[in-house]
């Protein structure tokens, strides 16, 4: 059974930092991973996404604030988010896909709550 579940969620002040986890499981293959978040309101957005060989792409908005890294081994991918500021604010989600086609599978979790405020 495919699963993708995200941590690392919470409250923090403004100019910190957080770093989310993502653990797929039930998944073969694994071929890019992803942090989308959503903000009230909002349309779920990009954040960064992590191919297997680890070539990211991020948003503009985070660009030199956020790094997205995985771990093969363990289907797991991270976002370390530095810097952080209220408008970071959001339900941060981890998408999976598994395949290189653009019909492949994809895969999302129940979102994790980021929220940046003093």
């Known amino acids: 059974q495919a699963q993708v579940v995200e941590s690392g969620g919470g409250l923090v002040q403004p100019g910190g930092s957080l770093r989310l986890s993502c653990a797929a499981s039930g998944i073969r293959p694994i071929t890019s991973m992803g942090w989308y978040r959503q903000s009230p309101g909002k349309q779920r957005e990009l954040v960064a996404t992590?191919?297997?060989?680890?070539?990211?792409n991020y948003a503009d908005f985070v660009r030199g604030r956020f790094t997205a890294s995985r771990d093969n081994a363990e289907n797991t991918a991270y976002l370390q988010m530095n810097s952080l500021k209220p408008e970071d604010t959001a339900v941060y989600y981890c998408?999976?896909?598994?395949?290189?086609?653009?019909?492949?599978?994809?895969?999302w979790g129940q979102g994790t709550q980021v929220t940046v405020s003093s």
């Open positions: 998408n999976v896909r598994s395949g290189i086609a653009v019909e492949s599978p994809v895969y």
């Open positions: 992590i191919g297997r060989g680890g070539r990211t």
